[in-house]
């Protein structure tokens, strides 16, 4: 299987986050821009930043806390025009080592919350350029509509009475 090279990459390495923390703040460059677009089948990626907030819960685990800024250009679905929107997006991680088994669905954990994903740390490094990369794709619009794009159909133009007017329509015999 080929070996997929990230296009924005930082590499932490979780055995030198200090107890008391560490804080990033990252910014994708052009050439990592145009490539995240190309990725994510964007017209363009304007801007991609974010900040990332590091803390040692214990000696296994790590908490990454993030908010990510972008603005990207894509194309409408209803009028195929491109257009450019601000993408923002804040999530929480939790990382442990591989071999910790004390991550059990029914267990509670004081240090994490229900919005929390967790992950293995593989080889004690974490990737916060392609983390940013990731949710930044689960961030964007699937479906982008342009501000000022309008998508009418037959029901829509008829300003029905309610919902079930449409079926009083349909003869059923």
Known sequence: MKEVIPEFSYVVDANRIPASGLVLNLSANEQERKALAQRFGLEKIHELSASLAFKRINQKRIRLDATLNA??????????????????????????Q??????????????????????????????????????????????????????????????????FSVLEKLNFK
């Open 71 to 96: 603005r990207v250009e894509q194309q409408c679905v209803v009028t195929l025009k491109t257009f450019t929107q601000p993408v923002q997006d804040s999530f929480s991680i939790v990382f442990c």
């Open 98 to 163: 591989e071999n910790e088994t004390s991550l059990r669905p029914n267990e509670i954990d004081l240090d994490m919350s229900e919005k929390d994903d967790v992950e293995l740390l593989q080889d004690n490094k974490i990737d916060a350029g392609e983390l940013v990369a990731e949710y930044l794709s689960l961030a964007l619009d699937p479906f982008p509509h342009a501000p000022d794009a309008e998508f009418h159909d037959e029901i829509d133009s008829k300003k029905e009475k309610n919902a």
